[in-house]
């Protein structure tokens, strides 16, 4: 069955066998193919639906076969991709979704990659010769959070909302999908701190739910489970008791229904900018995670309790980048040389 997304839905059955069933054995009732579709991350869903989009048109305008295509169809994609200057990732990201449209339909194994990855593997030496390289987000450190916080007005509700995505966001080691889908209720606060139920991530896909455990900190103005209670509190002035945690404030003050993904990330990347940090614009949503894992290496933490209190799979490469961003000046060979 083909989703329109592009997603594998139902593995598509071959040879005899399905001949001779009743037809109502391949039937799917449309509440069924809902409760399919559903099963796939929503974000999934739209990539690769964007991607399939683009390249089934690109094939339209180049007299090709979309499906079941070629590997010189995909090779040749890929190529039209570099040259248009599309990042390495978002190249991967147009192969899968081709992949997974082929084998939704039936095509399984089609089209073979090896011509597009090597297409793929020459871009990226092309990128990294001519200087260009894999932007990452600046991680937010304690010193940047503290500064960022310091721009915002607690008394208003939008300066509020500012601490508690801010502080929140980096304790959580959040993703800003994890972020932004926090309600009231998912927040728990206890002698300790904070108990935060995430009911979905990108490494918990069948949504059996973790408890994060977030302690006090150490200063009030960047204490979690604190500037949570007062956001509460302040929601409730407005008659918000239910819904979501984080909420989009007008200039004016009107506390909205829900803070979008881009939201935060814009709202980052302004905390930055206030507090006058150096390339503002490499901040986002994801500077928050990055940051607490940073912080929390820095402070001595395990990398696998980090990997497990930002949701990581055990052994991300990921984690590692962050680990080896700090040990390379911990360790550094010129450390103790005294230039």
Known sequence: ???????????????????????????????TRARIVESVPTNTRRAYSRQWAAFTDWCDLAGRTALPATPETLAEYVAQLADAGQAPTSIEQAIA??????????????PDTEAARRVLRGHRRQRAESGGRARQAVPVTIDSLRAM?????????????????????????????????????????T?????????????DQDAHGVEVAIPHGQHADTDPARLVRAWRAMLAEHGHTT?????SVTRHG??????????????????ARRAGLPNPGG???????????????????????????????????VVLSYVRSVDRWRDNALAGVGL
Not at 153 to 178: N, Y
């Open 149 to 189: 916080v310091d721009t915002t007005d607690p008394a208003t509700a939008r300066g509020l909302r500012d601490r508690v995505a801010l502080v929140l966001g980096l304790a959580l080691m959040g993703r800003r999908s994890e972020l932004v889908a926090l309600d009231l209720d998912d927040v728990t606060e």
């Open 283 to 317: 901040y986002s949503a994801h500077s928050l995670r990055a940051g607490g894992a940073t912080a929390a290496y820095r402070a001595g933490a395990p990398v696998s309790t980090i990997a497990a209190h930002g949701r990581w799979a055990p052994g991300s490469p």
């Open 1 to 31: 069955m083909i989703d329109s997304a592009g997603v594998d839905l139902v593995p598509a059955e071959t040879g005899t066998a399905l001949a001779v069933r009743p037809a109502v054995d391949a039937y799917l009732s449309e509440a």
């Open 254 to 271: 009107r506390i909205g229904s829900s803070l979008s993904a881009d939201g935060l990330g814009d709202l980052v990347q302004a905390a």
């Open 191 to 203: 002698d300790d701190g904070l108990l935060v139920l995430i009911r979905a991530s990108k490494t």
């Open 97 to 110: 979704a081709v992949r997974t449209a082929h084998r939704t339909a039936g095509h399984r194994g089609a």
């Open 243 to 247: 819904g979501r945690l984080l909420r």
